[in-house]
């Protein structure tokens, strides 16, 4: 099966571990002149996947939800660069191995 999404690094993908990830997502200073959010939707046959950035001053974390898994995985960075680097590396890559950006941009609430 080959690797749809090129990422470097490894993802949580266990429960308790993901809960953990997933707070210090959350734990970025959301009054930060340089917070910033990205969400990223994409479509592959019947699939969908959402790749997702938010940047701070104290780093990035990114998180991906890829149908093919069993859980969203979330990354987290010191280098808010170099996870803007990847962020776009992967949907770089995504668009060659055939999935297809149907939204780029702020996260959606509603």
């Known amino acids: 099966m080959s690797d749809e999404f090129d ?9 308790g571990e993901f ?3 997933l707070a210090e997502f959350d734990e970025f200073e959301e009054s930060a002149e340089d917070l910033a959010m990205r969400t990223a939707i994409m ?7 959402l790749l997702c950035i938010k940047t701070a001053a104290a780093g990035a974390a990114i998180c991906r939800v890829d149908p093919r898994e069993d859980h969203p995985a979330v990354q987290i960075y010191d280098d808010a ?30």
């Open 19 to 21: 809960d953990e990830q």
């Open 81 to 110: 660069g170099a996870a803007v680097e990847w962020f776009s590396k992967s949907l770089r890559t995504s668009r060659v191995n055939g999935w297809t950006v149907v939204y780029d941009g702020l996260p959606l609430r509603g």
């Open 43 to 49: 479509q592959k046959g019947d699939m969908i996947a």
């Open 7 to 15: 990422y470097e690094g490894d993802f949580i993908f266990d429960d």
